[in-house]
């Protein structure tokens, strides 16, 4: 199993951007292509998240595993769309008509789904979690759940050691995973004895932090500061943005 | 395949799940102390994890989901638990969407409460093994069909021509169940064995640390 990219590294400009202000355009650019209708608009903005990913230093390599992720649910609908939708016929298969608006829905779907998903890697996947964590907090995100972001981060790296070390030795033990009832029962005990691991390790952490003087609260200890090339990038977001939706428009 | 991405659904659907989805967070948050946030968070951490887990099923294989038994042994916590992990796999893993953000959440939290709800009741510390394996099996297959049929009603309020992908959804999601059903039964057997406290529920009041 490979380890966990919660951290991974980005470099250049956007690297250097507040991670409030990143959060944000991300989710600006988000509610920007979910709204556009244009496949050229659409086309445009998956163009404008790709060259983000190039300026925040993502390899290709890695990015195109995790697009694969989305692909599975996107299929199903590229297949089925065209076929569904009402509209001009325009290919014949067997018994079926696909129709032009049908596959325009489809690659509309296609390209804004991507667009998303690269900006919101090339933004937000390359903060460290624990910086987003904070982030999330400063922006007003209710504390409790900024606390159990932050804690889940933390535990998830010591969880997934814990599970390598299980995994490790069922292999020891020849163990080949198959659909069938004897791999569903290793599993439900992989993850039972995971979860009593887990539960033993929650009460020695809540102790070693009552220990410490833990109240139920944790103080946020991070030194962003807002600066004015940060301001910048703000305005340049909102003008690439309103520019999109301009571009929606007109090719309406 | 839980994970709807971004730029499918009509506005009205994600505006519904994202308005529901921050309202069941809300009361979520308001039941959590902050002497169970180390506890929630590492329960948190152990079912992101497990979720990896690549699952082989037929032909192809799957990550289980886990929000039955995350309902079962979390209760009203699942809904944060599984709200942090959307969003951890969302930015860095690039699984589903930010403004689906909020549908996602309902379509795994809605199930876990249903079944901390009408199954955890069933549990208690001195429940038999035979006991918790039937009430895990249920949880499992509860959480993933309603699950299932959530992301199905999803699609198709979004669009009359989204139903058939939709019933293509629901196939796909049943040798799921099946799997993590017997895995979750597994879980459950196995935790009222070796450490049945934890099976206290949320409202009975949890094995104090």
């Known amino acids: 199993m490979t380890p966990l990219m919660l951290s991974p590294g980005g470099s250049g400009w956007i690297s250097e951007r507040d991670p409030r202000l990143r959060i944000l355009c991300a989710l ?41 992720a989305l692909e599975g649910f996107i299929l199903v609908l590229l297949v089925t769309l065209p076929f569904t939708t009402p509209g001009a016929a325009i290919l014949h298969v067997g018994p079926l008509t696909a129709s032009a608006e049908g596959i325009q829905l489809a690659a509309l779907i296609l390209l804004k789904s991507n667009a998303v998903v690269l900006s919101l890697l090339a933004l937000v996947g390359t903060l460290e979690a624990v910086a987003l964590g904070h982030a999330l907090a400063r922006l007003g995100v209710p504390e409790k759940l900024a606390h159990l972001f932050l804690m889940t981060v933390r535990q998830i790296h010591l969880m997934q050691a814990e599970l390598g070390r299980l995994r490790q030795a069922m292999r020891a033990r020849a163990f080949m995973p198959r659909s069938d009832w ?14 009593v691991r887990s539960l033993e390790r929650a009460q020695r952490i809540l102790a070693a932090m009552r220990c410490r003087g833990f109240d139920g609260r944790l103080y946020l200890l991070d030194s962003t500061r807002w600066e004015t090339r940060d301001t910048i990038a703000a305005f340049g977001c909102a003008v690439l943005l309103s520019g999109l939706i301009l571009l929606d428009r007109m090719s309406r | 395949m839980a994970h709807i991405p971004d730029g499918v659904l009509s506005a009205p659907v994600l505006i519904a799940g994202a308005t529901v989805g921050l309202g069941l967070v809300g009361t979520a948050l308001r039941r959590l102390d902050y002497d169970r946030l180390p506890q929630a968070a590492v329960l948190s951490a152990t079912f992101f994890v497990a979720s990896l887990i690549n699952v082989p099923l037929g032909p192809s294989s799957a990550h289980l989901l886990l929000n039955g038994l995350m309902g079962l042994l979390l209760g009203w916590t699942a809904v944060p638990a599984l709200l942090v992990a959307l969003i951890l796999q969302a930015v860095f893993f690039g699984f589903g969407g930010l403004v689906v953000l909020g549908v996602n959440t309902l379509n795994l939290a809605l199930p876990a409460l249903l079944c901390a709800l009408l199954l955890g009741p069933r549990l208690s510390p ?71 406290e934890t099976l206290a529920g949320e409202t009975q009041g949890r094995a104090a640390p």
């Open chain 1, 28 to 68: 600006a650019f988000a509610l920007t292509t979910v709204g556009l209708t244009t496949p050229s608009a659409a086309i445009t903005a998956l163009l404008l998240a790709a060259s983000l990913t190039r300026a925040a230093g993502i390899r290709p390599g890695s990015l195109g595993r995790r697009l694969l």
């Open chain 1, 182 to 195: 004897h791999t569903w029962r290793s599993y439900g005990w992989l993850v039972g004895m995971l979860l």
């Open chain 2, 126 to 196: 001195r429940s038999t093994p035979s006991q918790a394996f039937r009430t895990g099996l249920m949880a499992g297959v509860l959480g993933v069909l309603l699950t299932g049929t959530m992301v199905a009603i999803s699609l198709g309020l979004s669009g009359e021509a989204y139903v058939p992908a939709a019933k293509i959804l629901i196939a796909v999601y049943l040798p799921l169940a099946i799997a993590e059903g017997l895995i979750t039964a597994t879980v459950v057997a196995f935790l009222s064995r070796v450490a049945p």
